[in-house]
Nanobody, 121 residues
Framework: QVQLVESGGGLVQAGGSLRLSCAAT????????LGWFRQAPGKAREFVAA????????NYADSVKGRFTISRDNAKNTVYLQMNSLKPEDTAVYSC??????????????WGQGTQVTVSS
């Protein structure tokens, strides 16, 4: 089974950047689409971005298009989320998850524990 561990969160000022990483164990990493989600206090978890097994196709929530970039390195069993031009409303716990399709925003099964991102104004 795949296990996921996120890192790279922290406190950043509005307009700044952070790069999140999600490292996976297991030999089947390249067989999964991967997604990033976030959950702010008192709010439901929301889809942020996804990437296909090969890394060729990507999918983004409208709220992050043009600011966030998802990528993956199958040789390192790692998926990344580069976040630029951060806004206070991006503050949330960010989690990665394995999925079946880059075009799905709901069909995800295995989840990491999450990493906190806080954007100050």
């Amino acid at each position: 089974q795949v296990q996921l561990v996120e890192s790279g969160g922290g406190l950043v000022q509005a307009g700044g950047s952070l790069r999140l990483s999600c490292a996976a164990t297991g030999r089947t990493f390249s067989t999964y689409a991967l997604g990033w989600f976030r959950q702010a206090p008192g709010k439901a978890r929301e889809f942020v971005a996804a990437i296909s097994r090969s890394g060729i196709s990507t999918n983004y929530a409208d709220s992050v298009k043009g600011r966030f970039t998802i990528s993956r390195d199958n040789a390192k069993n790692t998926v990344y989320l580069q976040m630029n031009s951060l806004k206070p409303e991006d503050t949330a716990v960010y989690s990665c998850a394995t999925g079946g399709s880059v075009w799905s925003t709901t069909d995800y099964s295995r989840w990491g524990q999450g990493t906190q991102v806080t954007v100050s104004s």
